[in-house]
């Protein structure tokens, strides 16, 4: 069975966006700034309300946050 890995592009929309911190980000969407970082790296996969929370600061497509690698296990 393949494991799905949701990866994201926060860090980069991020700095397309005025350089905005996590914390900015954080604010916006309602959570604290230690779930972005989590996000960001991998760590921890936002609900799908979060996410589109996410999408919609960037004004982008869920797809353009978010996306899988399919791994096998």
């Known amino acids: 069975m393949e494991k ?3 990866n994201n592009n926060i860090r980069r929309l991020r700095f397309d966006h ?5 914390q900015q980000l954080a604010d916006k969407v309602g959570v604290t700034r230690q779930t972005i970082v989590a996000i960001e790296k991998g760590n921890y996969s936002p ?5 589109f929370r996410i999408a919609r ?9 978010f996306f899988i690698e399919d791994k096998h296990s």
Do not use: G
Request: net charge negative; charged share 20%.
């Open 4 to 6: 799905l890995i949701i």
């Open 18 to 22: 005025d350089e905005m911190t996590q």
């Open 47 to 51: 609900s799908l309300e979060l996410a």
């Open 57 to 65: 600061v960037f004004n982008t497509a869920l797809e353009q946050v």
